[in-house]
């Protein structure tokens, strides 16, 4: 005789309704991780795109604040009144041999670069966002003289060095004066020995004089020197934004002349303190195109705005960039860094 097993009333399956509340809370659960994953991924996303904007911000400040203070260089002489300066070079006025003048700049009104764009500036194309800064100051450390010079147009003595090569352009200085010239023996680092010689071959610009002005002895040292332009131009590393570029004449070294420094940044404004009575303190904040005299610039006021390069604040962020409060179109994050800085070779 065969018996039916019947399942006791304990052991039952799982309802519609149950069923729908299972999948209810599961899917209530995936989508409350799923929220704190997104909240926890757009905070982290925000402080990484905040870090780097503000080192990336430092990087630029510190650069730029060093080339700052050291333009304008003349040895321990700095820019006294009664001190002599001497530029022997052929074209003294040219905007990279210009070691008279410490610093120059133009700023883009929307009808045009005011002052003029100069070469070799008007080859890098900058972007009218930014002002163009060129700052003029020595390359590294001074040689010192070894032997008193036997006349003004004679070659300096140096100890042997690799540094010093032909065509380098280079800055004598005591507590006394300074002489800029350009290097135009084949050898002379290696032979100690540098020459500056009107109408040598194979050196541009060349040298209009022989004579230094003054005689220079042990107490001087020779200092190569640079003409550095800081602009704005497109990023070659992330394309369709701005960056920040250097391009220095001449280069040492091996080093390359043209370099993207610091890449996102929308704009540059920079401001120079201009002292108008003589006692080599600023009197004013001008833009390029309002300073009548460069002679008379004693600081650098620099802001820079630079922006991240995607999207992750909940809404557009406003920001103030030389007095001017912005709301941007998109949620990109954004920071505005500025420095003053004054042209120490230029104030007692």
């Not at 390359?139 to 036997?150: K, N």
């Not at 070659?236 to 993207?260: C, F, K, M």
């Not at 920001?319 to 949620?331: K, S």
Request: charged share 15%.
């Amino acid at each position: 005789m065969t018996h039916l097993h019947r399942p006791g009333r304990g052991q039952r399956g799982m309802t519609l309704v149950e069923l729908l509340v299972g999948v209810a809370l599961g899917l209530f659960l995936v989508a409350v991780m799923g929220a704190v994953y997104l909240g926890s991924k757009g905070t982290f996303l925000a402080q990484e795109t905040t870090a780097r904007l503000q080192e990336n911000g430092r990087f630029a400040m510190d650069t730029l604040a060093g080339d700052l203070r050291r333009s304008g260089f003349r040895g321990c002489q700095g820019q006294a009144l009664g001190t002599a300066f001497n530029n022997t070079l052929v074209t003294p006025a040219a905007l990279p041999y210009n070691f008279q003048q410490p610093t120059w700049g133009s700023h883009f009104t929307g009808g045009g670069w005011s002052p003029a764009l100069l070469a070799p500036v008007v080859a890098l194309a900058p972007d009218g966002a930014g002002d163009v800064l060129v700052i003029r100051r020595p390359s590294g450390g001074g040689w010192a003289l070894t032997a008193e010079m036997a006349n003004g147009s004679a070659a300096l003595t140096v100890s042997a060095t690799a540094n010093i090569t032909q065509g380098d352009l280079l800055m004598v200085a005591d507590c006394a004066g300074a002489a800029v010239f350009q290097a135009t023996n084949a050898t002379p680092g290696a032979l100690g020995s540098i020459e500056h010689v009107n109408g040598a071959a194979g050196v541009t610009p060349g040298v209009a004089s022989n004579d230094l002005g003054r005689i220079f002895a042990h107490d001087a040292l020779v200092w190569r020197m640079q003409a550095v332009v800081y602009y704005l131009a497109d990023s070659v590393r992330r394309p369709g934004q701005r960056a920040l570029w250097s391009h220095t004449e001449p280069v040492y070294d091996g080093g390359a002349p043209t370099v993207e420094l610091v890449t996102g940044v929308e704009r540059m404004a920079v401001a120079y303190g201009v002292d108008t009575d003589g006692d080599a303190a600023a009197d004013r904040l001008r833009s390029a195109d309002q300073v009548a005299d460069w002679a008379q610039v004693v600081s650098a006021h620099v802001e820079l705005l630079l922006a991240g390069s995607d999207e992750v604040a909940s809404a557009p962020q406003p920001y103030v960039f030389n007095g001017v409060t912005t709301t941007p179109a998109d949620r990109r994050l954004r920071t505005v860094m500025s420095l003053a800085a004054s042209l120490r070779n230029t104030v007692p």
